[in-house]
């Protein structure tokens, strides 16, 4: 069974950084695609930031230029540094990630627990 386990929230006044970590443990074969999303009260879920195996991106126009997606291959592991944050980057953020868990299997998308990011004004 695959499991994704996010680390690295709290809480930061208006203009601080927080990272956070994605991991991944189980039986994986290879992880595809690995996201970032966030949900802020009251309001739907969203995507942050999108990051390829082979390292391409793609962010969400309202973090643009202050965070960072990027990922360790070798560890399973997929990481957002978040810089100049903003009270409106408050919300529950989610690690999802399209993992094959044996060759002959197609991927499966899996979702972490979740972390609480609040940034006071």
């Known amino acids: 069974q695959v499991q994704l386990v996010e680390s690295g929230g709290g809480l930061v006044q208006a203009g601080g950084s927080l990272r956070l970590s994605c991991t991944a443990s189980?039986?994986?074969?290879?992880?595809?695609?690995m996201g970032w999303y966030r949900q802020a009260p009251g309001k739907q879920r969203e995507l942050v930031a999108l990051?390829?195996?082979?390292?391409?991106?793609n962010y969400a126009d309202s973090v643009k230029g202050r965070f960072t997606i990027s990922r360790d291959n070798a560890k399973n592991t997929g990481y957002l540094q978040m810089n100049s944050l903003k009270p409106e980057d408050t919300g529950v953020y989610y690690c999802?990630?399209?993992?094959?868990?044996?060759?002959?299997?197609?991927?499966?998308?899996?979702w972490g627990q979740g972390t609480q990011v609040t940034v006071s004004s």
């Open positions: 189980g039986t994986i074969f290879s992880i595809n695609i």
């Open positions: 999802n990630a399209d993992i094959r868990s044996r060759s002959y299997r197609l991927a499966e998308s899996y």
């Open positions: 990051i390829t195996s082979g390292g391409s991106t």
